[in-house]
């Protein structure tokens, strides 16, 4: 699957509206260079202790997810994020000294993660979420550095930068920058309300993917968790009533994150990555303040779902391409069948009203998944070839009437935009 990143889109448009002196003002928050030494300058068990923090800050965050190599090698860069306009890799984040970030200090680093600012001054693009990690406590930043230095280094040069002129220039992006404010915390919050936020949005940046954006892809944050567009897939809303709607319950959602598995579907998609390296790390205090944040302690009640009407014979064409080739694994009820693949009754992936999801497991399956809890998920394979295009959309349409809540007006169209 190709994420497309949106963010990049009309950067040379705003880049040609904002005066010229725009990419030299200072972009960098404050950092107390002498606090920081204090905290760094320890050895022996202090030095253990912060490195273990770092290394759970490092998970919550998600940052294998993208610094990862493609070949396995934590930290060691080369993951590609695909933009309309080329390919933008995660970066070497190990201590090598010419190819990695063996070079920066402390408040380099810090620069980079909260400001998108690198050590030479360059800007970062928001494929990082800076935005998101913004407001990364400096004394966090300092323990993720303390990690990342104890890591091996691995001399790896990063891949060559795939965008093409305009939108290789990264001066540019001072007046992106100058556009999309970065996401703050709360003000006024309890403690608790600031735990979930800062787990949540900032180390987690949750919202990266589960908040719309602008025109020129920057987060819309009074809109926060009302759902996003992937390229073609979509990162649903994680509003309470949403949620609700699609039946999770608190212990749902803990189960979810902990083990990415639930009755509402397992982690699929852009979703597995932060299962793989991040969410089935976090304590289950930090799970619980998460869902607490995002729903309060108990959800809204699920309101009352009324049987979507079909026509028998789209209904029928779509039953029978499930019966052919989906019933063997999910049950010719959609019940699911333990250790071999999750229920479709209760699945959320027909409930959402943007099919796309749905469509792209169907048209491309899904790569064997290794769940919380030891669960090897076996790939399931995809149906391009195995089914027409209308029989893909009588399918997609009666499991979204059946199951779903949803109206069975898919077309074929929808599924040739929806596919690759
Ligand atoms: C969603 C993907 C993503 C996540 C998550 C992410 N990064 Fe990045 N990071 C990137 C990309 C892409 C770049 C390079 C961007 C560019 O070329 O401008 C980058 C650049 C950097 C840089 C600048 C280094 C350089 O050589 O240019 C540092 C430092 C860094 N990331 C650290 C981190 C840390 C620490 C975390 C976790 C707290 C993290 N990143 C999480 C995508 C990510
Ligand atoms: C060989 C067994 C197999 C077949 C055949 C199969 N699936 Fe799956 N399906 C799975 C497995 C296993 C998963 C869970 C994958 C994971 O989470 O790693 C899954 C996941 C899904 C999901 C996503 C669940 C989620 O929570 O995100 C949907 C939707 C789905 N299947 C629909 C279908 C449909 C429709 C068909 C028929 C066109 C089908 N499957 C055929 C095994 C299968
Ligand atoms: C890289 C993008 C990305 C990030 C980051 C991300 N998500 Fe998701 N999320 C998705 C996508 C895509 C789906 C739909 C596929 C699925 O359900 O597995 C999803 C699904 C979900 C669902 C299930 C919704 C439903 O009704 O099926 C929940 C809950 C969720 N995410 C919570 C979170 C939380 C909490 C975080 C932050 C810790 C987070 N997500 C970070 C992309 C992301």
């Excluded at 980079?112 to 998101?132: F, H, I, T």
């Excluded at 009755?263 to 793989?276: A, C, F, I, N, R």
């Excluded at 070839?385 to 959309?393: R, V």
């Amino acid at each position: 699957m190709k994420p497309v990143i949106k963010w990049i889109l009309g950067l040379g448009v705003v880049g040609g509206v904002v005066a010229a002196s725009v990419p030299f003002w200072p972009a960098k928050s404050a950092y107390d260079d002498k606090a920081a030494e204090q905290r760094l300058t320890v050895s022996g068990e202090d030095k253990a202790k912060l490195i273990k923090r770092g290394k759970y800050l490092a998970a919550v965050a998600d940052c294998a997810a993208c610094h990862q190599s493609p070949d396995g090698a934590p930290y060691a860069g080369g993951h590609p994020i695909e933009t309309p306009f080329g390919v933008i890799y995660g970066t070497n984040i190990t201590p090598d000294k010419e190819t990695g970030i063996g070079n920066y200090t402390s408040a380099d680093f810090y620069h980079a993660v909260v400001d998108g600012v690198r050590a030479d001054g360059k800007r970062v693009y928001p494929a990082m979420p800076y935005v998101s990690y913004h407001t990364i406590r400096p004394e966090d930043s300092d323990a993720i550095y303390a990690y990342l230095m104890d890591q091996q280094p691995v001399k790896r040069a990063n891949p060559e930068l795939g965008l093409s002129f305009p939108f290789n220039q990264r001066w540019a992006l001072s007046y992106w920058n100058l556009v999309n404010p970065k996401l703050q915390m709360p003000v006024n919050a309890t403690p608790e309300q600031a735990n979930g936020a800062y787990l949540t949005d900032v180390l987690g940046h949750c919202q990266e993917c589960h908040t719309p954006r602008n025109a020129i892809g920057g987060l819309k944050l009074a809109s926060a968790y009302e759902g996003s567009v992937l390229g073609k897939i979509t990162g649903p809303s994680l509003k309470p009533e949403a949620l609700a709607a699609r039946g999770w319950t608190a212990e749902d959602l803990r189960k979810f994150l902990k083990t990415g598995m639930s009755p509402q579907g397992t982690m699929t998609l852009e979703m597995y990555p932060v299962l793989l390296h991040s969410s089935q790390y976090m304590t289950d205090e930090d799970i619980a303040a998460i869902q607490t944040y995002l729903t309060g302690d108990k959800l809204p009640a699920a309101p009352e779902q009324t049987p979507v009407a079909i026509d028998a014979a789209l209904r029928q064409s779509g039953r029978d391409a499930y019966m052919a080739v989906c019933a063997g694994c999910h049950g010719v009820d959609g019940e699911g069948k333990p250790h071999i693949a999750p229920a479709m009754t209760t699945n959320t992936s027909a409930m959402l009203a943007d099919p796309s999801n749905l469509i792209h497991v169907i048209v491309d399956g899904i790569a064997e998944q290794r769940l919380g809890n030891g669960e090897v998920m076996q790939a399931m394979p995809g149906f391009k070839d195995a089914l027409t295009k209308q029989q893909i959309a009588d399918l997609v349409n009666y499991m979204r009437a059946e199951w779903g809540g949803q109206p069975a007006s898919i077309t074929v169209q929808d599924i040739e935009k929806a596919s690759h």
